[in-house]
């Protein structure tokens, strides 16, 4: 799963934790392909909420086994296998907790996005806590005195009670973590998925257009006194060249040739393609748009002067339509053939591919495995002969789809018209890998960052993807993470 993705849906389940929606954070958090120690903590977190001891275990696993010197880890598996009654386990957990402390009184996680303070003391507290259940009440002891040495004038009541329980070989309570409290995602990351929208919204002051709702960019309207003494055609219409039509959906791009709109926009078509997708202008951009996105504003002289542009339909937006290569003109005008285009539209499945990046493909319903492979092939620019397409994230078995597949069995898989598959590529029949983008380090880089990939001056790295324009995103010796885009060079095509 690309990095994008990741942080995406990692933010989308932290969030439904704030709102107490425990059950759709953990939903979204275990469909997270490839979670890194972070997010098996927080996993980890939500089911000792929900009792589920056995699969809390197995999370804090995953977050030691990407982390070995995440201390609260140790500290909360420890914790687990206290519930569990697994005494040792949780007596070499706490004992391993306070190893990382590396002697310190306490691990502040707040710059690694966890508002929690991990102390020694109570690490210890715990300690003597499972040593006790063990009956050595004289190594409880000892660890507990050996608390007060790292305690905190907050703390000290709570190692008072457990050496006086211990005096009376009673067992006490655990310090135990405040398991609502997860590991956040970094915030300037999040704040680059958002778009910033550094204009805020246009307010329409005076307009010839009777009850203008128009909230784009157009050139300075012409002003009258009193106002038109007829009607006339409106100005800002005549002086922008294309047909004029109203957004109906929310349009997100997913292409640089793409354009966003949002419903209530007035954009001016210039030309539509076969394919269903329109060369449109907004705001000064060109850009492209799914024709049945839109709407054709319909303005005469005086049949529409008292009326207002309508409120935004509330209904779905229709399917996003497949991208040729090329946009034809077309008559926008033609109903006949703006019809034909949302039928067919409508007759088709969507197929949703995860590469390195991730794309769509549509094809009718039931297609053989020959189109769905050409299709994907011609998106990838690679050879059909060299892509591996499987129904699973693992192309093992009776995961991978070929020309011997019951295509059947993969079709009955989409719901609402819609598919998940996942794609790989392998070496070509001639010897010669697949073209892949290298980089060479130009300098060494290192972070502490676990999201962060770690290389030497001189490390080839696989490039997967562009976070932005200062961030990549790739693969060397193994490891997969984003890093400096001016940390490395691209490698020449011919070695040299």
């Known amino acids: 799963m690309a990095f994008l993705d990741t942080l995406r849906l990692w933010d989308e389940a932290v969030t439904f934790v704030d709102r107490q929606d425990l059950s759709e954070a953990l939903k979204i958090f275990l469909s997270i392909e490839e979670p890194n120690s972070k997010i098996c903590f927080d996993i980890g977190c939500l089911h000792l909420l929900n009792q589920d001891l056995d699969a809390a275990e197995k999370a804090f ?22 519930r569990k009654n697994r005494y040792e386990e949780s007596l070499a957990d706490f004992q391993h907790a306070f190893k990382t402390l590396r002697g310190n009184q306490l691990i502040d996680y707040k710059a690694l996005g966890l508002r929690y303070k991990l102390y020694a003391c109570e690490v210890l507290h715990n300690m003597a806590l499972v040593e006790a259940q063990l009956g050595n009440w004289e190594k409880a002891q000892v660890n507990l005195v050996k608390a007060l ?23 006490f309570k655990p310090v135990e973590f405040p398991s609502k409290e997860l590991f956040k995602p970094n915030k300037n990351y999040v704040a680059e998925l958002e778009k910033k929208d550094y204009l805020g919204k246009a307010k329409v002051v005076a307009s010839v257009v009777p009850q203008d709702n128009f909230s784009g960019f157009a050139p300075l309207q012409p002003q009258a006194e009193d106002g038109p003494t007829c ?34 926009n007035i954009v001016f078509v210039l030309h539509k393609g076969a394919d269903n997708w329109a060369s449109v202008i907004f705001n000064g951009r060109r850009g492209l748009v799914p024709y049945n996105y839109l709407e054709r504003l319909e303005i005469s002289l005086a049949s529409k002067q008292n009326e207002g542009i309508s409120e935004p339909p509330t209904r779905e937006p229709p399917t996003r339509p497949e991208m040729k290569q090329g946009l034809t003109p ?23 591919i995860r590469f390195t990046f ?14 769905l492979i050409e299709k994907i092939s011609k998106k990838l620019n690679v050879p059909s002969t060299a892509i591996i397409l499987s129904i699973t994230s693992e192309a093992t078995g009776q995961s ?30 001639d010897g010669k890998p697949e073209d892949k983008i290298h980089l060479v380090a130009l300098h060494s880089y290192e972070s502490s960052n676990p999201e962060d990939l770690n290389f030497n001056q001189g490390d080839t790295i696989t490039l997967l993807s562009k976070v932005n324009q200062d961030w990549f995103e790739g693969q060397c010796n193994g490891n997969t993470g984003i890093f400096p885009a001016s940390f490395v060079e691209e490698v020449p095509v011919n070695g040299q």
């Open 149 to 171: 040495d790292y305690k905190t004038d907050g703390k000290l009541n709570i190692l008072d009670r457990a050496l006086q329980s211990t005096l009376k070989q009673k067992p």
């Open 400 to 429: 991978v789809i070929n020309a011997n597949t019951e295509m059947e069995s993969v079709w009955s898989a989409a719901s609402g018209g819609r598919i998940t598959l996942w794609c790989n590529t392998k070496e070509q029949t």
């Open 231 to 264: 009607p006339k055609e409106p100005e800002v219409l005549r002086a922008l060249e294309g047909e004029p039509h109203t957004v109906l959906f929310q349009f997100v791009p997913e292409t640089s040739d793409e354009l966003a709109v949002v419903p209530g």
């Open 330 to 352: 077309s008559d926008s005008s033609s109903g006949d053939i703006q019809q034909k285009d949302a039928q067919s539209m409508d007759n088709l499945c969507i197929v949703k």
């Open 358 to 371: 991730n794309f769509a493909v549509s094809v009718p319903p039931g297609s053989p495995y020959a189109i």
């Open 61 to 82: 696993d995953c977050s030691i086994r990407k982390d070995e010197h995440l201390a609260v880890a140790f500290f909360q598996r420890g914790i687990t296998f206290y």
